[in-house]
């Protein structure tokens, strides 16, 4: 079967529909075979908003060491609303995964996957029109509620929404802020929560939301710890 795909000129209201309808085809079995090469991805914004700007860079593993890296610039066509941000971004993350010599494996986003109003954030849209399994890692959360996870590195605590289980809340540094993950598209909670930590090292975020950080801002900005 080939993968989903659609168009692009849908006004914000179509856009929720269409979300509504690509929520119930979201893979959350594991798709992952052997994993090589792991993908973060940064998406920014230029001359006040009016381009989107995607950026990928693609580690070895288990080195997790640069291996390949693309910046894709498109005019953005969707306006800002929350909870629609993958219509405005996406196309350009398209854009750029397609100038990669070889497709990632696995890639992490910084950003959603179902723990979304209407359970498609970034990593499950783009993961569903790539095939390409994919994991929610974002700073801060969506929608959902949650208790405090314990303070040691790798523990995590349920993130709900009623009381469906949409994600965890992870920590990956003692003492340091958790991270929300969540299914993407063809992987486990179990297999997004370890890949996310397999990504870890030294700092708060995996080292591939950060190399994509690293690539989108050019010297002077550091990645978030």
Known sequence: MAPRQHGWDLTPREAVTLQRELASEVVREDRIDTVERVA?????????????????????????????QAVARRPTSFPYVPGLLSFREVPAVLDALD???????????????????????IASHVGLLTEIPSIGVAKTRLVGTHAEPPPLRGEWVPLLDKEEVIGAVLRTRPGVRPLYVSIGWGVTLKTALYWTMACVTHYRLPETTRAAHRLASGPGRGADA
């Open 40 to 68: 973060g991805i940064d998406v920014g914004f230029e001359e006040g908003g009016k381009v989107t700007r995607a950026a990928v860079a693609v580690l070895a593993w288990p080195e997790l060491a640069v291996v390949e």
């Open 99 to 121: 100038r990669l010599a070889h497709p990632p494996d696995l890639i992490l986003y910084d950003g959603q996957g179902i723990a979304h109003p209407r359970r498609l954030g």
